[in-house]
């Protein structure tokens, strides 16, 4: 079966530094997307990962570990901005998107 | 480039009517996916095209149909509607070939309501 599991909500303070976790179970994995999703918005690409490690970019970073299927999105320099759902999506023979994890970030 | 395009942006049915949504993708991508997104159950995958052809599809019953023309557009048509449908459908566009796995754009999405 698919499954991806995500905190549901997260809180951190403006400025600091924040990582969401990603568990998933797929068949066929090829890899790993990061989206994030304002309220009433549609989603928007961050980040992916398909091989092992960590891809950065600006604030944002990705890890991935298949051996442990789990993938991880480090925040870092938190802005007001930035509080939104953050989805984990899994690619196998389609996108199986996780639930989202809300992000608030407080003054 | 323009984006992602969807239309109509917002639509309100009564429950046995048919509904068909339109998807225009960033210029050059060949493949679209539809996605329904409810707070619920988040973002579903329903089907995926690309040249005109089916390449996958997910766990939804049989009104939920669609296609794609030879200009990449797609359309999606959900019929004899029922109050569970309301959802936000988002369509997404790659360059995605053969290998299938390239990133998604999102357009703004139709917000479908069913009453």
């Known amino acids: 079966g698919q499954n991806i599991d995500q905190p549901t909500e997260m809180t951190a303070t403006e400025g600091a530094i924040v990582q969401i976790n990603c568990t998933y179970q797929?068949?066929?994995?090829?890899?790993l997307f990061w989206y994030q999703q304002h309220a009433g918005e549609a989603p928007t690409f961050l980040s992916y990962?398909?091989?092992?490690g960590l891809e950065e970019k600006g604030r944002f970073s990705s890890f991935l570990s298949r051996s442990k299927g789990y993938s991880y999105l480090l925040l870092k320099e938190l802005q007001m901005k930035d509080s939104a759902s953050y989805l984990c999506a899994a690619y196998g023979q389609n996108f199986v998107f996780g639930p989202g994890t809300r992000l608030s970030v407080l003054p | 480039k323009a984006g992602v395009t969807q239309t109509p942006r917002y639509l309100i049915k009564t429950r046995g009517q048919q509904v068909t949504l339109s998807c225009s993708p960033i210029s050059g991508h060949r493949s679209v996916s539809w996605y329904q997104q409810t707070p619920g159950q988040g973002l579903q995958f329903l089907f995926e095209?690309?040249?005109?052809?089916?390449?996958n599809k997910g766990n939804f019953p049989g009104r939920f149909s669609g296609r794609q023309f030879s200009n990449s557009r797609s359309e999606m048509n959900v019929s004899t509607l029922e109050l569970g449908d309301s959802a936000l459908y988002l369509c997404a566009s790659s360059l995605a070939g053969t290998g299938g796995i390239d990133t998604q754009y999102f357009g703004p999405g139709t917000r479908l309501t069913v009453l």
């Open positions: 797929t068949s066929g994995f090829n890899g």
């Open positions: 990962n398909v091989l092992d």
């Open positions: 095209y690309f040249s005109e052809t089916q390449r």
